[in-house]
Nanobody
């Protein structure tokens, strides 16, 4: 079955930067949307950034101007460059992809990578 694997999380001071990466396995076909969601302690999971196959992007208002999402369709990769990080950005970041696998249209989720921003 298809899988998503995230990397790049860690601990950083406020104002610093991190770059998250996510790789989708080759068994996931025709991926249209890819992106990142996050869940802070005691909060619901929320959309951070999404990118369609043609490059159209959507960002949460809280990260506009600070985060940049990009993708490499040939490699089935999606990235999130996070600059000017704030303590409020702390949480578990989950990679997301929608595509075909096992002859079905599915939503795929990574296991998550922890991002901690210290004040």
């Amino acid at each position: 079955q298809g899988q998503l694997v995230e990397s790049g999380g860690g601990l950083v001071q406020a104002g610093g930067s991190l770059r998250l990466s996510c790789a989708a396995s080759g068994s996931i076909f025709s991926i249209n949307n890819m992106g990142w969601y996050r869940q802070a302690p005691g909060k619901q999971r929320e959309m951070v950034a999404l990118i369609a196959s043609e490059g159209r992007t959507n960002y949460a208002d809280s990260v506009k101007g600070r985060f940049t999402i990009s993708r490499d369709n040939a490699k089935n990769m999606v990235y999130l460059q996070m600059n000017s990080l704030k303590p409020e950005d702390t949480g578990v970041y989950y990679c997301y992809a929608r595509g075909l696998g096992g002859l079905r249209w599915n939503d795929y989720w990574g296991q998550g990578t922890q991002v901690t921003v210290s004040s």
